[in-house]
């Protein structure tokens, strides 16, 4: 992986893949049955799936078995898409382009937003570093950029499917349990991203340093 950034894109950008396919699960498993609208539950019948409200998604296909085929389709093409391909100079827009087909098609409806999110992220973001970091806030998130991200994946395993998994097999179906979950995972999605950021501005400012001094002592 070329850099911690591309590493966070990766990483989290299959994680809303995986949560784009099993949303693609749940509705393929209903078999061929006509969609009740446009907005439609992945998971209806599913108890563990109840704290989820039957984990919500949307559809133009008035057909489950065919949403859920495409469903699986696209958010398996994102995640190989974000592994893979998302350090390329136009790897995030095809994250974004990818993301648009999972939201109207079965994938649920916060894996594609926040998967175009993300892509828009590694899109906007120039490869090019900061020569230097310019306050100390950027440099301690910088050099925090490892724990900072490992919090991160924590939290969305709280979220996806540790919410579930309290559901089904603890009984703690609370809305605000869910909701400081939602809210932790989602803090620490943004601060990741922009630690990673600065990791990579920390590093390139080191070698800079490092390159500069190797001149200076020859010159000597």
């Known amino acids: 992986?070329?850099?911690?950034?591309?590493?966070f894109v990766a990483v989290m950008g299959a994680w809303m893949g995986a949560a784009g396919i099993e949303h693609g699960v749940g509705e393929l498993m209903q078999g061929n049955v006509a969609a009740t609208g446009i907005m439609i539950r992945s998971w209806p019948e599913s108890p563990f799936f109840q704290s989820l409200s039957g984990e919500p998604a949307m559809t133009l296909i008035p057909n489950l078995l065919v949403t859920g085929i495409l469903a699986i389709t696209f958010s398996l093409l994102f995640a190989g898409w974000a592994i893979f391909f998302s350090a390329r100079k136009s790897g995030g827009v095809v994250m974004i382009l990818l993301a648009i087909p999972m939201l109207l098609f079965g994938?649920?409806?916060?894996?594609p937003i926040l998967?175009?999110?993300?892509?828009?992220?590694?899109?906007?973001?120039?490869?090019?570093?900061?020569?230097?970091?310019?306050?100390?806030l950027r440099w301690r998130l910088g050099k925090a950029w490892r724990w900072i991200f490992l919090a991160c994946c924590i939290a969305w395993l709280a979220l996806?499917?540790?919410?579930?998994?309290?559901?089904?097999?603890?009984r703690i179906d609370d809305a605000r349990v869910?909701?400081?979950?939602?809210?932790?995972?989602?803090?620490l999605l943004f601060l990741s991203f922009w630690s990673s950021i600065q990791h990579d501005h920390l590093g390139s400012s080191l070698v800079h340093s490092d390159d500069w001094n190797k001149t200076r002592n020859k010159s000597k």
């Open 1 to 7: 992986m070329k850099n911690a950034r591309h590493l």
């Open 107 to 111: 994938g649920g409806i916060f894996p």
């Open 115 to 136: 998967g175009a999110l993300i892509g828009a992220a590694a899109a906007v973001c120039q490869d090019k570093p900061d020569s230097q970091l310019t306050t100390r």
């Open 160 to 170: 996806f499917p540790g919410v579930a998994v309290l559901g089904y097999f603890f």
């Open 178 to 187: 869910t909701l400081a979950i939602m809210l932790t995972a989602f803090t």
